[in-house]
């Protein structure tokens, strides 16, 4: 595994199936809608670019979660341990366990016609597989949107200053960066 810079390859390896690109179900938005209830039975969709890609139908008892669907034709459901945590100002928050590890996690990704968390599924996220240019490139994208427009009503200017001086920091690593990209491409600067 190369250890990043600008030569071609180098960066984090980007083999790993991408969370971005997998099916996966999120209690927390199923508990947002109301779905999760004793006794509940529900479709979720998933669709990309407004075309269905898939389906899986969920019942809701009292301490699982019971994953209805099929993969090339076979049955594979999956029994899922559902556990909540109470919350400091009342209430609960529901949480899956993994089938794997056993460690509570809010998202389940499907791989290999079956569900787990993404550690245990072997996925990573898009900007784990980016090179440190990469990475220094989202970073002053992101601090750009937030310093842009000004300080906004109800924001401390203490907080902005902050993010004005870390904008500042990255912008600079950005420049350098992007030098160091384009004389690995065969740009030299003019003096």
């Known amino acids: 595994m190369g250890t990043g810079g600008a030569r071609y390859g180098a960066g984090r390896p980007a083999h790993k199936l991408k ?3 997998s099916m996966r ?4 938005d199923w508990h947002r809608r109301g779905l999760l209830w004793d006794g509940a039975c529900n479709t979720w969709w998933w669709s990309r670019g407004g075309e269905r890609t898939g389906a899986i139908t969920f019942r809701v008892s009292e301490d699982t979660i019971k994953l209805v669907y099929s993969v090339d034709g076979v049955d594979a459901s999956q029994q899922i341990r559902k556990v909540n945590t109470p919350c400091h100002y009342g ?9 794997v ?11 290999f016609s079956r569900f787990a968390c993404r550690k245990c599924q072997g996925i990573s996220y ?9 990475r ?3 970073l002053y994208h992101r601090l750009a949107a937030l310093v842009e427009d000004g300080k906004p009503k109800g924001q ?7 993010l004005e001086d870390r904008f500042q920091r990255v912008s600079d690593a950005f420049d350098v960066s992007l030098c160091w990209r384009l004389e690995a491409l ?4 003019k003096n």
């Open 19 to 21: 969370a971005e690109q």
């Open 25 to 28: 179900v999120d209690i927390r």
């Open 91 to 99: 209430g609960s928050r529901p949480w899956f366990e993994c089938p």
């Open 101 to 111: 590890c056993q460690n509570r996690t809010a998202l389940l990704y499907m791989r």
């Open 126 to 134: 898009s900007t784990q597989s980016g090179s440190s240019h990469d």
């Open 136 to 138: 220094v490139c989202n």
């Open 156 to 162: 401390r200017w203490a907080t902005f200053n902050r």
């Open 186 to 189: 065969g740009f030299k600067p």
